[in-house]
C-alpha cells in the first residue's frame, strides 16, 4: 500500500498497513506494531540512512550523501509499508529502501558486554603455542578478554621481545616514549618505582597520557625472587561500588581533572584528566590511577578539598585486599590486561634471584578487531 502524505498522512493519524501502522508525530515517522511502538524513525535518520547506490559509495559501502544537502525540516512525500520493507519518497523524487529486521538490529551490541568478576575470580590461562597457532583458541581466549579485562598466556618463550610475537593476536604494538618494550627489572635505568623491589600499588600505566595505552602485556621472562605477587583489581567494579555508595565522590572523581606525569633526563608525558570517564550513557569506560605518577595539585583550585575527600576513598578502595585478585607470575607467564579497566600491582619482592619483567602495550580496538574477524573465519568455515 503507498500512501501520499499529502491526503492521507498528517500528524498523530494512524494508518493501518498489514500488522503494523504507521503515524508522524513531529518529524518522525513511527511504526507500531501490536499497539506498541516498534520503531520512531526520524526523517532526517531516514535520509541519511539510505543505502541506494547513489547515497553510498558501492565500493567501499561508506556514506557519501551528506546531510546538509537537504533542509533540516524534511519530510518524506510517500511511504509504503509492507511486511518487512519500508519505502519512503522524498520531494526531490528520490527513493529510499529499507529492510526493518535490519533497522531492528541495530539495537544489539557490537560485542558482548563486558562481564564483573565473581567471588574468587582467577584469571583464566591460554597457552602461548595454541593461542598463536590455533584460530579457535585465539577467539575463544580474546572474546574471553574482552568481557572481564584480563588473560593470562602461559608456557611463552623466555627470549627478551618475544611481545612481538603476539602482534599477530593483538594488532600492532602502541609504542609510547622511553622505550617500545620497556624492561622492568632491578638492571635498568630507574625512572619508575617498578624498577625496584619496592610494592608497587594498582595502577595503569601511563596515566601521564592523554588516551592511555588501552591494553598491556606483562611478560614475565624469568622469576627467581621471593614474594613480589601480582595483583590485579577490577577498577571498574570499585568505581561502581562508590558510585553506589557516595554518588557526590563519584561525580567528583568524574569531574576533577587531575594532573600525571611520567618523565626521564630525555622525556616528559603529561596530562591533566579526571579519575573516571563514562560513556554518554554513564556506562564507565576508563579509571585512570596511578598514584606514583599523579602530581601536586595546585591548592587554591576549586574544589581541591571536595576532591580529596573522594580521592581518600577511592584509595581505601584501591589498597582494600578484598578487591585484589593475587596469584604469582612464573617465567614463561604473560598477563594481558585491558589497561583502561583493570589495574596491576605487585607486592614487594625479595631479589633472591633474578626477576626480568617485560612490558609492551596494545590497542583494545585492535583486540576487538581480531574478535571479528576470527568470528568472520569461523562463520565462513561453517558456510
Ligand atoms: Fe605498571
Ligand atoms: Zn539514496
Known amino acids: 500500500m503507498i500512501l501520499g502524505l499529502d491526503t492521507e498522512l498528517s500528524e498523530k493519524d494512524v494508518n493501518p498497513i498489514g500488522d503494523k501502522q504507521i503515524f508522524f508525530d513531529g518529524n518522525c515517522l513511527n511504526i507500531v506494531s501490536k499497539q506498541s511502538v516498534l520503531l520512531t524513525l526520524p526523517n532526517l535518520w531516514l535520509r541519511d540512512n539510505c543505502l541506494c547506490d547513489e547515497c553510498r559509495n558501492v565500493e567501499t559501502e561508506e556514506k557519501s550523501f551528506i546531510l546538509s544537502t537537504v533542509s533540516c525540516d524534511l519530510t518524506p512525500s510517500m511511504v509504503d509499508l509492507t511486511e518487512d520493507m519500508l519505502s519512503i519518497g522524498w520531494p526531490d523524487g528520490h527513493q529510499s529502501d529499507y529492510v526493518l529486521a535490519d533497522i531492528l538490529e541495530l539495537s544489539k551490541e557490537r560485542h558482548a558486554p563486558t562481564m564483573s568478576w565473581g567471588k574468587g575470580f582467577q584469571p583464566e590461562y591460554v597457552n602461548w603455542s595454541s593461542f598463536l597457532a590455533d584460530d579457535a583458541t585465539a577467539l575463544i581466549a580474546l572474546t574471553a578478554f574482552l568481557q572481564t579485562g584480563v588473560m593470562i598466556i602461559d608456557g611463552a618463550p623466555s627470549q627478551s621481545n618475544s611481545l612481538e610475537l603476539l602482534a599477530s593476536r593483538l594488532g600492532p604494538i602502541r609504542e609510547v616514549l622511553f622505550d617500545r ?168 619482592f625479595v631479589p633472591s634471584g633474578k626477576r626480568h619483567l617485560q612490558d609492551a602495550y596494545f590497542e583494545l580496538d585492535n583486540i576487538a578487531n581480531k574478535v571479528i574477524t576470527l568470528n568472520k573465519y569461523k562463520a565462513a568455515l561453517y558456510d
Open 181 to 348: 618494550i620497556h624492561n622492568v627489572c632491578l638492571e635498568t635505568r630507574v625512572y619508575n618505582v617498578a624498577h625496584t623491589a619496592l610494592a608497587l600499588p594498582p595502577h595503569n600505566d601511563f596515566a601521564s597520557y592523554s588516551f592511555p595505552p588501552s591494553a598491556q602485556a606483562l611478560h614475565m621472562l624469568e622469576n627467581g625472587a621471593e614474594k613480589g605477587s601480582s595483583i590485579i583489581l577490577d577498577a571498574w567494579a570499585v568505581a561502581e561500588k562508590i558510585r553506589r555508595q557516595r554518588p557526590d565522590f563519584f561525580t567528583t572523581l568524574c569531574d576533577f581533572a587531575v594532573p600525571f606525569r611520567q618523565f626521564d633526563e630525555d622525556n616528559e608525558t603529561y596530562a591533566v584528566e579526571p579519575i573516571i570517564k563514562c560513556d554518554s550513557g554513564g556506562n564507565i569506560i576508563s579509571v585512570r590511577f596511578s598514584n606514583q605518577l599523579m602530581q601536586t595539585i595546585d591548592p587554591m583550585r576549586t574544589g581541591v578539598n571536595d576532591f580529596y575527600q573522594a580521592y581518600h576513598c577511592l584509595c581505601c578502595h584501591m589498597t582494600d585486599s578484598d578487591n585484589h585478585v593475587k596469584f604469582r607470575l612464573e617465567g614463561g607467564h604473560i598477563l594481558l590486561v585491558a589497561a583502561h579497566r583493570v589495574l596491576h600491582a605487585r607486592e614487594a
